[in-house]
């Protein structure tokens, strides 16, 4: 549990702290995250499901490496604020003859040169001011990217991790039908042979046993299905068969007891892909910010040294020379083929389309959480509903089978009674489970699917 708590708590706190802590929790599970488990031969339940897909979903792997790109970035474009120094060496060995004069002249010379040079940028009127601001937000968009990989994540698993284990249940309750379809066409069987009954209810129970089987074959490969999925989710090999025990998240009432406007001003507070579209959308307008400094002049101061070491074979001259200069330079651009002013209309559409982008996701996340929470309120009233009816089939079916072995009821009710309980079993573990993942959806779309909201993984 202190693992999974540890791996969760990157749901929401700092997004610079998310990307260092799981920088040393990564890349493989053997060291990192330490799994006490043997994902071959023990029983996961859900805290060990989530924990694994925090380590080992390539899709957390690579979102974590993003934010390293937009941080050494972001570090990177603090380079303009520091002095360019750099260092020059030449060595040449030069052989020269002139014809031009009687006797032609040869002259032999080796110089030997070397310098240094320094330029700094003073001063450009916004321009790397507002480098570094892109390039902040665009690390504050990767790091909230990573936040939402992360919450989507732990839903694609805990939702996985609910498929698998409705699959398994329903497949247990198929095999309990598949022995109750043996039962009545035995019973049916030995009533024909005892001439209580007629062939066809024998042909009829048969049928409905075969049936039952078929969909316990249908069923096992559900359960596979499902387990593959989850599988991959928690970056497993699909084709290993791993063990489940049912384990739920205890989520509790603070959030899903509140009205649907409620939520929508949470999400709006809380979404990290909301988050990061902001981020965007201030990267792009510092983007215009830059491109309307490139028409002002830029203010840099120089200074350089160089020496000379001259050996020239001619009179046996040898020269030793040294230079230096210091100074201010601005440069102003004067016509650069229109590309300041094609930069800087890019920048301002670009500027435009993220403002709608921000729009367009702010609309969906209302949608998301209508729908999520629609879900989420439907969800209790199916489980209600699917309750009642599987105790009202349940009892039907005690009624009908008692009523054919007396000899008062025919094949065709017991088998609609069966059916029925099939059918209220298969609902209502679907129900059950249903409302579980739209917990965590809603959750989700709130952006709150955090330790808090998850409470006990028992």
């Not at 049936?211 to 499902?226: G, I, M, S, W």
């Not at 074979?313 to 651009?333: T, W």
């Not at 930069?343 to 389309?353: E, P």
Request: aromatic share 8%; with cysteine; charged share 25%.
């Amino acid at each position: 549990m202190k693992k999974i708590i540890l791996l969760l708590s990157t749901l929401f706190i700092s997004t610079i702290a998310n990307a260092e802590t799981l920088e040393k929790s990564t890349f493989e599970i053997s060291k990192s995250c330490n799994i006490s488990k043997n994902v071959e031969t023990d029983e996961l339940n859900l805290a060990d499901v989530i924990e694994l897909s925090m380590c080992n979903n390539p899709e957390t792997r690579q979102a974590w490496l993003n934010t390293k790109v937009g941080s050494t970035a972001y570090k990177r474009s603090y380079a303009s604020y520091y002095p360019q120094i750099d260092a020059t060496a030449t060595y040449q060995d030069s052989n020269n003859e002139d014809y031009t004069g009687i006797p032609p002249v040869e002259t032999n010379g080796k110089d030997l040169s070397a310098g240094l040079s320094l330029n700094w940028l003073l001063y450009d009127f916004g321009n790397r001011e507002a480098q570094v601001e892109q390039t902040f937000q665009t690390m504050n968009s990767m790091n909230f990217q990573y936040n939402n990989t992360l919450q989507t994540v732990a839903y694609n698993v805990i939702s996985a991790y609910y498929n698998a284990l409705s699959s398994i249940e329903e497949l247990a309750a198929v095999k309990a039908d598949e022995e109750a379809s043996k039962k009545s066409f035995e019973l049916a069987f030995k009533k024909f042979e005892l001439g209580m009954s007629s062939k066809a209810d024998t042909l009829q129970t048969e049928t409905t046993y075969i049936q039952r089987q078929l969909d316990t074959v249908k069923q096992e490969q559900a359960v596979r299905l499902a387990k593959a999925n989850l599988a991959k989710l928690l970056g497993l090999p699909p084709s290993m068969d791993i063990k489940l025990v049912t384990s739920y998240a205890n989520t509790t009432n603070e959030l899903i007891s509140k009205s649907v406007d409620e939520i929508i001003d949470i999400a709006m507070e809380k979404r990290p892909d909301l988050m990061a579209k902001i981020a965007d959308v201030k990267a792009s307008y510092a983007k215009v910010r830059q491109a309307s400094a490139a028409y002002f002049p830029t203010i840099s101061g120089f200074a350089n040294k160089n020496w000379y070491d001259e050996d020239i074979d001619f009179g046996g001259i040898k020269r030793d020379r040294e230079s230096d200069a210091i100074g201010v330079r601005v440069s102003l651009p004067i016509f650069t083929g229109f590309e300041h002013t094609y930069s800087l209309r890019n920048a301002k559409y670009s500027y435009a389309a993220e403002k709608e982008a921000l729009q367009q996701l702010k609309q969906d996340i209302e949608l998301n959480i209508v729908n999520a929470y629609n879900d989420y309120k439907t969800s209790i009233k199916s489980v209600e509903l699917a309750t009642k009816m599987l105790e009202s089939a349940n009892e039907n079916e005690q009624v009908a089978l008692g009523s054919y072995q007396a000899g008062k009821g025919d094949i065709i009710s017991l088998m609609e009674a069966q059916s029925k309980l099939v059918s209220a079993r298969k609902q209502s573990i679907s129900a059950q489970y249903d409302l579980y993942t739209a917990k965590i959806a809603l959750l989700k779309a709130a952006g709150d699917l955090n330790l808090k909201n998850l409470g006990s993984l028992q």
